[in-house]
Nanobody
Framework: VQLQASGGGLVQAGDSLRLSCAASGRTFNSYTMGWFRQVPGKEREFVAAIRWSGASTYYANSVKGRFTILRDNAKNTVSLQMNGLKPEDTAVYYC????????????????????WGQGTLVTVSS
């Protein structure tokens, strides 16, 4: 599967932004999808994940209550609605896909995802 992330940009603290990830492949609706972010010099960090049905979602504590992950299996897209952005949310955001269903203990691990998009930069100014 190929992933194409978009929607990044420069915003002010408190603003909202919506990231989108378009996926190719006929089996998209069977994949667990995730969003990760990375700043220079740091490891890639888990942000959010959603299971194939969309019924179960998972968030990093740092974004819980502010970010929402959604998927539309009919359109092969997954999105990340980000509200109340903070300067510490500044990072390159990556969407990722896991071919197999992930157990809870690994769903937040970047190594569990086989496919990655190219990343989109989000910059939040104070």
């Amino acid at each position: 599967v190929q992933l194409q992330a978009s929607g990044g940009g420069l915003v002010q603290a408190g603003d909202s932004l919506r990231l989108s990830c378009a996926a190719s492949g006929r089996t998209f609706n069977s994949y667990t999808m995730g969003w990760f972010r990375q700043v220079p010099g740091k490891e890639r960090e888990f942000v959010a994940a959603i299971r194939w049905s969309g019924a179960s979602t998972y968030y990093a504590n740092s974004v819980k209550g502010r970010f929402t992950i959604l998927r539309d299996n009919a359109k092969n897209t997954v999105s990340l609605q980000m509200n109340g952005l903070k300067p510490e949310d500044t990072a390159v955001y990556y969407c990722a896909a896991a071919q197999f269903s992930l157990i809870l203990s690994v769903i937040r691990s970047a190594t569990s995802y086989q496919y990655w998009g190219q990343g989109t930069l989000v910059t939040v100014s104070s």
